[in-house]
């Protein structure tokens, strides 16, 4: 699967970003789509995923409450909107997915197909 993320970008503290993860020639609700930041130097954080069904949400740490993810089907993305924006959330955003044949199943690790990600800094 070939991803791509985008909607990342320059913004103050404080602010929102809306990021979209799209699939070249596949469709993105046959796989558990998730959203991952990394700051150069460390590992790669999870944030969220989100079930094939669009039904079932996971959230990492960093992101509850001021991040949510969802699917437009019919746009063949899936959504992280972004919100309260603060400088340590600057990083490049990835999005990955995982094949499962369980539509409501959610996890944290196991994604792959990366992409080059997309830069989202955040300044004070």
């Known amino acids: 699967v070939q991803l791509q993320a985008s909607g990342g970008g320059l913004v103050q503290a404080g602010g929102s970003l809306t990021l979209s993860c799209t699939a070249s020639g596949r469709t993105l609700s046959n796989y558990l789509t998730g959203w991952f930041r990394q700051v150069p130097g460390q590992e790669r954080e999870f944030l969220a995923s989100i079930s094939r069904s669009g039904t079932y949400m996971d959230y990492g740490e960093s992101a509850v409450g001021r991040f949510f993810i969802r699917r437009t089907d019919a746009k063949n993305t899936v959504i992280l909107e972004m919100n309260s924006l603060q400088p340590e959330d600057t990083a490049v955003y990835y999005c990955?997915?995982?094949?499962?044949?369980?539509?409501?199943?959610?996890?944290?690790?196991?994604?792959?197909?990366w992409g080059q990600g997309t830069q989202v800094t955040v300044s004070s």
């Open positions: 990955g997915v995982q094949s499962t044949f369980d539509i409501n199943y959610t996890a944290r690790d196991g994604f792959g197909s």
